[in-house]
């Protein structure tokens, strides 16, 4: 069974840093182009930060511009988002999606949640 699976989500201070995991097993994941996605309460799902296949494309939102960066490590079947400066804003659930040219795949999320 496909599976994606976040971690590294968690409680943390205003200006602090958290690096989220997420590992893929039973597809071809160095086929698939990964995003980030994120959920506040009360809020649409927003796309926080793609790269491609290869790792040499990156985008971002720019409410996380210069304090996030996504990365991907093909030998270990794992995307990584590191998250910088944080804010309160930036609490939500954290959704991987990764997307091959047969399918779209989805992580079961992971909560950030930024708090003095």
């Known amino acids: 069974q496909v599976q994606l699976v976040e971690s590294g989500g968690g409680l943390v201070q205003p ?3 958290l690096r989220l995991s997420c ?3 039973r597809f071809s994941f ?3 182009s990964v995003n980030w ?3 506040a309460p009360g809020k ?3 796309l926080v930060a793609s790269i491609s ?3 040499g494309t990156t985008t971002y939102a720019d409410s996380v511009k210069d304090r996030f960066t996504i990365s991907r490590d093909n030998a270990k079947n794992t995307a990584y988002l590191q998250m910088n400066s944080l804010k309160l804003e930036d609490t939500a659930v954290y959704y991987c999606n ?3 040219p047969l399918a779209h795949y989805w992580g079961q ?3 950030v949640t930024v708090s003095s």
């Open 15 to 17: 200006g602090g840093s």
């Open 98 to 100: 990764a997307i091959t």
């Open 109 to 111: 999320g992971t909560q």
């Open 53 to 55: 296949s290869t790792g």
């Open 30 to 32: 160095s086929m698939a």
């Open 23 to 25: 590992a893929a097993s």
């Open 37 to 39: 996605y994120r959920q």
């Open 44 to 46: 649409e799902r927003e």
